[in-house]
């Protein structure tokens, strides 16, 4: 009998690259891998960066990452796409341009900003670019200090699904709000997820881990959210599994040691 061949479900990530391998584009392939598809990337920087922080931002030439964006779209279809690390504005009206006449309908952007090192990734004009593109999107998924940034205003346990419900609305996309650098009570953690189309509130708890491996989850959940979605899952359940993975690989990293500072979360379960 002949055998039947199969498209990989594939997922591109748009992203920069971290030498230490727990964030950026290696948490990335990582976690696409991980959740079941096939990962192509584009680089847009690349970092001098380990465990406890980040020493040197190289900007990767546009004219090589337009270069990178021409290679993999017009050879590879995509289910999904994930974005990352966008440090200029040109880099974001280059990307926008390449994107545009493909019309994805699955894009996954992580408004990388902050690091979990306190380090900053944008340059200042390149936050009003990034804004600008957010409708683009068919998921966001900032941290508090990010989502603090797109709404000029402080974020709270008690007022987290309202700030994800005027995220989306000023953004108009939905948006999966992070709690995790916020102060909770008991032993979960809480994420809120709005779904812009459907004006919803959805709220996801998992169990809180009390370790400083979470070097690279924001980097990892975005990725993972893009993988499901290519897989066929809808925005909410892809969300759900994203979020389920990611408190899942934390665990299994909790006591592994890598470097002299943050670690990262435990992709595969090693």
């Not at 990989?8 to 230490?20: E, H, K, M, P, R």
């Not at 897989?231 to 890598?258: F, P, S, T």
């Amino acid at each position: 009998m002949e055998n039947l061949k199969t498209a990989y479900n594939s997922v591109l990530t748009i992203a920069g690259s971290d030498s230490g391998g727990c964030a950026g584009i290696q948490a990335d392939i990582k976690s696409i891998s991980a959740c079941g598809a096939y990962a192509a990337s584009v680089i847009t920087a690349t970092t001098a960066q380990n465990t406890q922080g980040i020493l040197d931002i190289h900007p990767i030439p546009i004219l090589h990452i337009e270069k990178q964006l021409d290679a993999v779209l017009n050879d590879i279809t995509f289910g999904a796409i994930k974005i990352g690390m966008l440090h200029s504005s040109e880099v974001i009206d280059t990307v926008v341009k390449k994107l545009n006449p493909y019309n994805f309908k699955n894009i996954v952007l992580d408004p990388v900003m902050v690091a979990t090192s306190g380090d900053t990734l944008m340059v200042n004009d390149a936050i009003s670019s990034l804004k600008a593109f957010l409708p683009n999107a068919s998921l966001i998924t900032p941290n508090i200090p990010e989502a603090e940034l797109l709404i000029d205003g402080t974020i709270e346990l008690r007022n987290l699904a309202n700030s994800a419900r005027e995220i989306g609305q000023v953004y108009h996309t939905s948006v999966l709000l992070k709690g995790g650098h916020l102060k909770h009570k008991g032993r979960e953690t809480t994420d809120v997820l709005y779904l812009f189309n459907e004006d919803k509130i959805i709220t996801i708890n998992n169990p809180w881990i009390a370790t400083k491996n979470t070097h690279g989850t924001g980097c990892s959940l975005s990725s993972s959210i893009a993988t499901f979605l290519s897989l066929g899952h809808n925005l909410q359940d892809a969300v759900k599994k994203g979020c389920h993975y990611i408190n899942r690989a934390i665990a299994q990293g909790e006591n592994k040691i890598l470097g002299k500072g943050n670690g990262p979360i435990n992709h595969f379960g090693l």
